[in-house]
């Protein structure tokens, strides 16, 4: 992550809305957004709630007595706060093999599929999508073994019967991506990545699909009235298929 994604994250926070932040830090909202997007996608985790309407703001404006308290962490962690009571409630990424955490209720709130990024002028650049194996011989740039990116990676490369070629790996989503456009060699990232990236095209990547899945878990028995009624408005408008 870099200061820009940073000070973003933070007038986002403080302003509660992101057309708000972006006219604090006097840019184009999208900007605002593509940055978050990159954010989310290098730590692997949302770093804010969103839905149609406000998911968050709705609750706080139907029950304006209740404290909200967000808190920001790996996936691990997360789940090992919301098991052991610190948390009511945690939204979570998963990989396309992973189940939902055990003893834990879960509910789908959104999906996003993964897509090969290659330079403009790369020989797969002119194609719609690929097959995971096009990339068996080919150099690869990622994240550090650090992320669930790279164990997506990895774990669906082992599962196609080849083991990625990684050629440089970095804690920085932009710098994949700089490395894909200056042709280093190709990235399997989440879609969000590539917004507004110059020089790079993604690919969808299919046989297998890889996808993305962000899920609200929460205990069934440890949930106390307010984090319920959060739980049941998260079912009203976020729930997904």
């Known amino acids: 992550m870099d200061l820009r994604q ?3 994250f933070v007038a986002v926070a403080e302003e509660a809305h992101f057309t708000r932040a ?24 949302p770093v804010f709630l969103r839905e149609r309407r406000g998911a968050v ?3 706080r404006r139907e029950h304006p007595g209740v404290t909200v308290a967000l808190a920001e962490d790996e996936t691990d962690a997360l789940v090992a706060a919301v098991r052991g009571g610190d948390l ?6 998963l990989g396309p093999a992973d189940a939902p955490p055990a003893g834990l209720d879960a509910l789908p709130v959104a999906r996003e599929e993964a897509v090969l990024a290659v330079a403009e002028d790369h020989p797969l650049a002119g194609r719609r ?20 990116l790279r164990a997506v990676l990895e774990a669906t490369c082992a599962a196609a019967g080849f083991a990625p070629r990684v050629v440089a790996e970095t804690t920085s989503l932009d710098v994949v991506v ?4 200056e042709a280093a060699g190709v ?32 205990r069934a028995d440890h949930l106390p009235p ?3 009624t959060f739980v049941a408005l998260a079912r009203e408008r976020l729930a997904s298929a």
């Not at 009511?88 to 990424?93: E, T």
């Not at 700089?178 to 456009?181: S, W």
């Not at 990235?187 to 299919?206: Q, Y």
């Open 226 to 228: 307010a984090a319920r």
């Open 187 to 218: 990235a399997l990232l989440p879609a969000s990545a590539l917004a507004a990236a110059p020089g790079v095209a993604g690919l969808r990547v299919t046989h297998p699909v890889i996808d993305r899945r962000i899920v609200l878990v929460w």
């Open 6 to 8: 940073l000070t973003y």
């Open 129 to 148: 999508s690929v097959r995971l194996a096009a990339i068996r011989d080919e150099p690869v740039v990622t994240l550090t073994r650090a992320s669930r």
């Open 57 to 59: 703001g709705a609750f």
């Open 178 to 181: 700089d490395l894909v456009a």
């Open 22 to 45: 972006a006219q604090r830090l006097r840019i184009a909202q999208p900007a605002v957004s593509q940055q978050v997007q990159r954010l989310e996608a290098e730590l692997g985790e």
């Open 88 to 93: 009511q409630a945690a939204f979570i990424g």
